[in-house]
């Protein structure tokens, strides 16, 4: 049997995807994490500093309790990352985001930090060998269903901002293969592991993770993650971190594909629409999360995270509402499955 606790997320008043996840063999923390709220979100400034404050609070408890700890990405909403919070990784293992490649310039510079810092705490050299060069394939050959999609009068748009794409990772590869190598290790008090692709076993329990997705839409300058398939006793729960969506057409198909009980995952941006979110972005998120609804059927599914930032965001996303009840599944923020009325409505509706 699987449990789980949304912890912290965006509807509870801070950033924040922290979930805990519990089966009879191991108990994991994934993305314990929490930054403070947009300068648009509607609430004082005050109560953005206490709900930020009140979940990194709640993080750090539950911390101490689990044997394993999920870092999907290294944006500071996702993981605990100050040099003082390293004791709360002591104890663990710790799943985390590969600093090696597919990542952006900011978040290796984080990763090193969080890596150099627990080396320093645990007496252990982080630094491996001289990495091996390696050639990195074009991303896109993995998403044929996302490059068959017809845009209309925006694939010529869309063609040139792959191009640039394309481009970008070019160079980032190149960049890769110049790093020195940050290792996975293990030590008496954690042990460090990089486990996109992986599978795991702990008893009865299976926790999988996936190849690095983009974070949003194709070549997202924000970055790669990873999501988390913890399957026990028949059942699953897939937790995909940042896919903004999903956006992306071949990761609803995985989704629909793996069929889980249980599904976590994060929203449109609809507050940036117009400035980050396109019309065309928002419509894919939507085509994709009812195609996940309708054809996955999940139990429960937590829509939450970056969703939550705007009062609106259930009108702009108002098919995939419909779309759960019509197939009589349980969409909810991580808030209102705690019974708790989001915080985006404190001052609106």
Do not use: C
Not at 247 to 258: G, P
């Amino acid at each position: 049997m699987i449990k789980f606790e949304p912890v912290f997320f965006d509807s509870m008043g801070a950033k924040s995807t922290a979930t805990l996840v519990e089966t009879p063999d191991i108990k994991i923390f994934i993305d314990p994490g929490a930054a403070e709220m947009q300068p648009s979100f509607p609430a004082p400034q005050k109560l953005k500093i206490y709900w930020k404050k009140l979940a990194l609070e709640r993080i750090k408890n539950l911390m101490k309790k689990v044997d394993a700890v999920v870092i999907s990405h290294y944006h500071h909403d996702h993981y605990l990352w100050k040099e003082e919070d390293i004791e709360f990784y002591l104890g663990k293992k710790i799943f985390t985001k590969n600093p090696n490649e597919f990542i952006n310039e900011s978040q290796r510079k984080r990763a090193v930090e969080l890596f150099e810092n627990l080396g320093r705490s645990l007496g252990v050299n982080i630094w491996g060998t001289k990495k091996e060069k390696k050639k990195y394939k074009n991303p896109l050959e993995d998403l044929h269903h996302a490059l068959s999609k017809d845009f209309g009068d925006y694939n010529a748009r869309r063609e040139v901002l792959l191009r640039k794409g394309l481009a970008w990772f070019e160079k980032l590869s190149n960049e890769w293969n110049s790093f020195q190598e940050v290792r996975e290790f293990g030590a008496g008090e954690a042990s460090v592991m990089f486990p996109e692709t992986r599978t795991y076993r702990f008893g009865e329990t299976v926790i999988r993770f996936t190849p690095p997705l983009f974070h949003g839409v194709e070549f997202s300058r924000t970055g790669w993650v990873f999501a988390t398939i913890v399957e026990h006793g028949g059942e699953k729960l897939i937790h995909t971190s940042d896919l903004n969506g999903p956006v992306i057409e071949d990761y609803a198909d995985w989704i629909i594909e793996e069929k889980p009980d249980y599904l976590i995952v994060d929203g449109p941006m609809t507050y940036m629409l117009g400035y980050l979110v396109s019309n065309i972005t928002l419509g894919r998120t939507i085509e994709n999360m009812v195609r996940i609804i309708e054809n996955a059927r999940p139990r429960v599914v937590i829509y939450d995270h970056h969703l939550l930032r705007e009062p609106g965001f259930r009108l702009r996303t108002g098919p995939v509402w419909e779309a759960a009840v019509k197939n009589s599944i349980r969409l909810t923020t991580a808030a209102e499955y705690l019974g708790i009325r989001p915080k985006v409505f404190m001052i609106y509706g």
